[in-house]
Each structure stands twice: as C-alpha cells, then as structure tokens.
C-alpha cells in the first residue's frame, strides 16, 4: 500500500510547478507571450517589463501606468492603446504601430523604435531621450513638451506635428522632416540638421532652429 501512494503523490507534485507556470502566464485574461491577442483589454498598471510580446495585438487596450521596461514589441498593434505614464524604457519597437496612442507622459528613454508608426500619437510630455526613431513617422503627433534630447532621429517624420515647447537638444535630426510643424519655444541646440527640411514651420521662439525655411543643406 505504501508503494503505491508513493508512485501516486511524485506524479502529483511534478504537476504542481507547471500549474503555476500557466497560472503566471495570464495577467488580467491576457495571456503573456508573443503573437497574443490582447486587444481592447483593462490591464491598467500591468508589469511586463521584459516580456516577448513581438507581433501581439493590443490596440484599443488600457496600459496607463503599466511596466513595461525592456519588453519586446517588434511588430506588434498598439493603435489606440491608453499608455499614459507607463514605463517604456529600453523597450523594443521596431515597426510597430502606435498610431493614435496615448503616449501622454510615458517614459520611453532609450526606446529602440525604428521604423515605428507613431501617426497621430499623443505624447505631451513624453520622455524619448536617447530614443533610436530613424525613419519613424511621427506626423500630426501632438509632442507638447516631449523631451527627445539626443534622440537618435535621421529620417524621421515630423510633418504637421505639434512640438511646441520640446526640447531636441543634441539629437541627431539628419534628413528629419518637420514641413508644418509647430516648433514654438522648442529647443534645437546642438542638434545635427543636415539635410532637414522646415518648409512652412513655425519656429517662432525656437533656439536653434534655422533662420529661414527650407531644406538644409550639409
């Protein structure tokens, strides 16, 4: 008899490690790994800092306030998704589609985002210092007050974009496109323009900005 409970309970503590695996692995019915399918979902302050969620869908999803430091979004849907305040430090963004997001006061300091679609983002206030967004499209974004000191930004879009009252400084801004964009107050020192183009800009108040409109030349 002895034997036999023996054999019964190892089986049943082995599964025991696994269950709680799989319980770890759903955060608020969102289920926690790469390619899922989260979208319109509540996970308001969730923690998946450092998670794979590569080509995931969470457009129209609540993250405001949610840790998401060093988590991977290569390829991923986030149009529409509340991010306010949330931590998106070091997080990885290539090619990833955030038009629409609400980016208001989100901390992305050294954000790898290349290529991200970032059309119409709200980010007043946001934190993209030493952010990688070559080639990312940032047109008609509202970026009030958004920090991108020494943001890595050849190539980018800013056409019809509001960066009123941002601060640029010392980023690399090489063939950046800022046709339309409110630039009022925004601060450009020691930013590289080569070849940046600033047709019908408003750059009144702005340091660092070209005295006249136009593409700069090297």
Do not use: H, W
């Not at 696994?18 to 790469?34: G, I, P, Y």
């Amino acid at each position: 008899m002895r034997k036999k409970i023996t054999l019964i309970a190892i089986p049943l503590l082995l599964c025991a490690p696994l269950a709680t695996a799989q319980e770890k692995s759903v955060v608020n019915n969102c289920r926690v790994m790469e390619g899922t399918l989260c979208a319109d979902m509540n996970l308001n302050g969730v923690d998946f800092s450092g998670k794979n969620l590569s080509n995931s869908q969470f457009s129209g999803a609540n993250m405001e306030g949610a840790r998401l430091a060093r988590t991977n979004f290569t390829g991923a849907n986030l149009t529409r998704t509340d991010l306010r305040r949330a931590d998106l430090r070091e997080t990885q963004m290539l090619n990833t589609d955030l038009r629409a997001a609400n980016l208001t006061k989100a901390t992305l300091a050294s954000a790898i985002m290349e290529n991200a679609n970032m059309q119409n983002v709200i980010g007043e206030g946001a934190d993209f210092r030493k952010a990688v967004i070559k080639g990312a499209d940032f047109s008609g974004a509202e970026l009030r007050s958004a920090m991108l000191q020494d943001a890595q930004a050849q190539r980018t879009n800013f056409r019809s974009a509001d960066l009123s009252g941002a601060s640029l400084q010392g980023a690399n801004l090489e063939g950046a496109d800022f046709t339309n964009a409110n630039l009022r107050g925004a601060d450009l020192r020691n930013a590289r323009l080569d070849e940046a183009t600033f047709s019908r800009a408003s750059m009144s108040g702005c340091k660092g900005c070209p005295a006249e409109q136009g593409k700069l030349g090297r």
